[in-house]
């Protein structure tokens, strides 16, 4: 965490052609004072604030996305907070392929990649809008263009194949027709010769795995599942 404060203490403001981010240069002041003058629980708290003003809570949806979402029983924009990418680092090395069902404006994603440089990142949203106002922040953040790949699609119509890490915060609500979401991805993370590691924030997939994975973290807000090894 002390990595990421020192780099957005060092970075200018982002280029913010939506207004995405209004409340940036107070919250920023605020961060550099608490670094320069407060306790770790005072740099932490506004370094969370910053957080979530730079992740966004509310994403632009075009009206055809909106129908889209609600049709698939889509979830807001809610941040899933940094202790993912904080504990992410032993499951990323350089070749690793990540995905984000559901990246919004891709800040997980792109700070996995800040921490842990690593081949690619597939963010996979729905809103147009918040891959433009994240190619902003890759730029912004310094992360090579090649290592990200926008997928501007319904994550119902996205495969799971070909990753080694796959982080999800609920992108679809699971029943209706985010149950066949979950089910396929389920299906399609077992049958691959190398099952990725996933983390799953407010987690609904427990329930349409097999006994093939097991979860080997949970606290209630992260659940993290790796394959069970053969044995
Ligand atoms: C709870 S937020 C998670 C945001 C980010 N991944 C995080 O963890 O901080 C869910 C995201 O999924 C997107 N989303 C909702 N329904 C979707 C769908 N059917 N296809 C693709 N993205 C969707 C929303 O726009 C939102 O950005």
Redesign the pocket.
């Known amino acids: 965490m002390a990595r990421l404060v020192e780099l957005f203490l060092r970075l200018p403001a982002p280029p913010d052609p939506h207004e995405s981010f209004p409340d940036y240069p107070r919250l920023r002041d605020r961060l550099g004072r608490a670094a320069e003058d407060g306790g770790p629980e005072d740099v932490e708290a506004r370094f969370l604030e910053f957080y979530a003003h730079v992740?966004m809570n509310e994403?632009p949806?075009s009206l055809d996305e909106r129908r889209?979402?609600d049709a698939?029983g889509?979830?807001?924009?809610?941040?899933?907070g940094l202790s993912p990418i904080l504990k992410a680092g032993p499951w990323i090395t350089p070749e690793t392929v990540s995905a984000?069902?559901?990246?919004?404006n891709g800040?997980?994603g792109l700070l996995l990649q800040v921490l842990y440089p690593h081949a690619r990142t597939a963010q996979?949203?729905?809103?147009a809008r918040?891959k433009d106002i994240g190619e902003g922040l890759r730029e912004w953040l310094g992360v090579p263009s090649g290592r990200v790949e926008w997928v501007v699609?319904?994550?119902?119509n996205v495969p799971a194949t070909g990753y080694d890490f796959i982080?999800?915060?609920?992108?679809?609500r699971p029943d209706g027709p985010g149950g066949e979401f979950y089910t396929r991805l389920a299906r399609e993370v077992e049958s691959e010769p190398r099952p990725p590691v996933i983390f799953s924030?407010a987690d609904c997939l427990k329930d349409f795995l097999s006994d093939r994975y097991e979860a080997f973290y949970g606290d209630g807000h992260l659940t993290c599942f790796r394959a069970v090894p053969p044995s």
């Open positions: 992740h994403a949806y889209r979402m698939a889509g979830y807001w924009n809610h941040a899933g984000d069902f559901g990246a919004g800040l997980q996979i949203e729905i809103s918040m699609e319904d994550v119902l982080y999800l915060y609920r992108p679809v924030i």
